[in-house]
C-alpha cells in the first residue's frame, strides 16, 4: 500500500504547474480565450494513455489545469474519451461546438460518458485545483493585506476559516486521488464493459467566459458551475460510492456504472446492507435536503 | 499510488486476522470504551497477548522490545482491530507518546528499563501537561521543579490526565528555571507515581465516568537521572510527544470511527428519510477522505521517520466528525436512542470532548495557519 505519488507523478505535475503559470497568469487577458490547444496536443496531454500514462496522470493534469484556471475544454476531452472498458460516443461521435470559445458541446446521438466514475473523478480533480489556487490566493492576501497595523491574517476570525478550508482541500484531494486510482485500475483491467449505457444526454457546458480581469469572480461562477454539474448532494454522494465499489480492499459489489441517480442509491444501500429506499425520487433542488445534525 | 496491500502487508494482514479470531473471544468485542474498560481485567491479560505476539509497539525498534515492521503494518494493524471491534491496549498514552518520546530522547538505561513494561502492559504511563493556567499555552507551565543535588523537587498541579488513577508513571512537562526565556525554561521528567506525595482525584464527566484526573505534587522527589533529554529542553521534548500523539492517532482515529459508522448502520434500522441516509452517505464520505489523508500523512512518516504536522488536519476534522456521527445515531435511533443501554449515550457524551482534548480545535487551527500556511503568529 502506498498512497504517495511516484517520483514520475511528482514530476509531472510539478512540470505541468510550471507550464500552465506560465501560459495562463491572473494577469492574462481574460477576453482573449486562447487556450492554446496546440501546445497542449504537442505535449501530449491529450493522449497521456499513449505516454504509457493512466487516470491519475490525467487527474494531476486536471487538478492543475483547475489551478490555471485553464479556460479549454480539457476536462469534456478528458471525460469523453475512448476508452477500453466501453465508454464510447456511439453513433458518429462527433462533438458538435456550442461555443467556439468554450468547444465542449453535446454529442449527436449515441450515449456520452457524462454518468461515469471516470467524468466525476475528472470534474473533482479540476475543482480540487480551483479549490487549491482559491485557498493560496486567500493566504495570499491574509499575508499583505494589513488592518490597524497588522497583516489581517494574524487574526483568527480570518486564519481560522481558512485552516478550516486547508483541511477541506487536504481531504477532497485524498478523496480524488484516491477515486483517480481507483478508475485507472479499473480501466487498467479492462473490466466494467457491457453495461446498458445512459441513454443520450448532454454534455455539460463549460462555464461562460469569466469577465475581464476578475479572477475571484471566475472562481465563483467556477464553483458554482461545479456545483450544478455535479447536481444534487444524493445523486452525487451516491456516485462517489460507486467508485469506492472499485476499491480492491473494500466490500465489493457490481454495480450499473453507468445508471442514473435511482441504482446509485439502491447500489449505495447494498453496499451497506441497508434495505433499499423507498422509489422516490430524490428531492431536488436547495434546502430541499437539510443536513440532520447541524 | 498503490492502495493494494503488497505481499507482505497481505500475509501480515492475513495472519492479524487469524490470531484476533483466536485470541479474542466474542464477548469482549464491541465494549464501549471510556474509563470503565479498565475495570475488566481481560484487558491487561489482552494487552500481554498483543505484546506477545509482537502487536504492541509494531514499529518500534526490536532492541526496545518491538517488533520493527514498517508504518504501514501499524495502519493495518488499527483496521483490523478495529473491524473486530477489539479493545485497545491499556497503554495508551505510553504506547502513542510516552514510549516514542522516550525513543527520540532517552538515554540507553531509560530506554531499557521503561520501555519494555510499557508495552507488556506491566507499567501504565499517564500525561502531566496541561495545568489549570496552562493547557494550549504549555510554556506558560508552572508545576516547579527545583533541582536539589540528585533529586529534582517538584511542587504544582496538572488537571485532564487520562488515566493518572491506574497509572505507574507519568511524563511530566515541569518549570525548571522561572528566570529563563520562554521555551527554554521547562524541563520533561519521568515521574514515579507511586512516590510520596503524588495525589491524584478524579475529575466526573459528563458520561458519569472518571477517565481522567487531577494530580497534585507535593514536595515529590524526582531522581535526576529521571529527566528526559537536558535541563531546558522540556519544549522541545514536549513537542515530539504531541507530534506523535496526532500521527499515530490518525489511523487509530479513523479505525475507532470506522467502528462506529458500522455499528450506526447496524442499529440505524435502515431509515426511509432521504435526510437521514444522506446525512449517513455524507459521514462515510468524510470518513473515507480522513482514512485516505492519514495514508498520505503515513507515506511522509515513512519517509522522513518524523510525522508532519498534517496530522493536525486529522485530528481536528476526526473530532468533528465523530461528534456529528454520534448525534446522528442518537437521532436514528429516537427516544430508544437515550433508553436503551446507553452505548450511543456515552458515545455522544463522551465526543463532546474531542474538539478540546489532545489539542482543541482552536490550537489545531492556529498551528495549521502558522506552521502549515505560513501565516503570521496571532500572539
Redesign the interface.
Known sequence: ??????DD?LELKQAAHTWLADRFPLDRDWEAQDDRWGELEELGWLEVAEAGLGF?EEALLLEELGYALYPGPYLAHVSGQRHAHGLTFGGDGDISTVDPTRPVGSVEGGWTSYETPRFHAACAAEALGVAQRALDLG?EH??TRTQFG??I????AV??P???T??DV??????V??A??CVAEEEQAGSGGGQTPPPPRELPAHPPPPPAGRPRRLRRRWARWTRRRRGQ??RH??R??CV?TL???ARRHRLHLGAPAAPV?QA??LA????P??R?P??RGRGS?????? | ??????PE?AQFRSELRAWIEANLPDEKRGGRGGAQRFEDPFLREWSRRLYEAGYAGLTWPKEYGGTGAPY?FQ?ILYEELAAAQAPPHVGVIGLSMAGPTIIAHGTEEQKARYLQPLLAAEEIWCQGFSEPDAGSDLAAARTRAERRGDVYVVNGQKVWSSFAHIADFCILVTQSDPDAPRYRNLTYLLVDMHAPGVEVRPLRQITGEAEFNEIFFADVEVPVENRLDDEGNGWQVAMTTLLHERATLGFALTATLDGLLGRL?QD?G?P?D??????I??E???L??????S??A???YERTGIPGP?GS?VK??WSEANQ?LT??AR?LRGPEGILDDGWWNHQQLRSRGNTIEAGTS?V???I???R???????R
Open positions: 500500500m502506498d498512497f504517495t505519488l511516484n507523478q491519475v493566504v491574509a499575508k497588522k497583516p491574517g494574524t487574526y483568527q486564519s481560522h481558512l485552516a478550516q486547508y483541511t487536504e481531504l477532497s484531494r485524498s478523496l486521488y484516491w483517480a486510482w448532494g444524493v454522494r451516491g462517489r460510492r469506492r476499491d480492491p480492499g442509491l449505495r444501500d451497506r446492507g441497508l434495505r429506499a423507498s422516490r430524490p428531492s435536503a437539510p443536513r440532520v445534525g447541524e | 499510488v498503490d492502495l493494494r496491500d503488497t502487508e504501514s495502519a448502520l440505524s435502515s426511509e432521504p435526510r437521514l441516509r444522506e446525512a452517505a455524507a462515510w464520505i468524510e473515507q477522505a480522513l482514512r485516505y489523508t495514508y498520505r503515513l507515506g511522509t498534517e488536519g481536528l476534522r456529528r448525534k446522528l437521532e482552536e489545531l487551527r492556529n495549521i495557519a502558522e502549515i500556511l505560513g501565516l503570521p503568529r496571532s
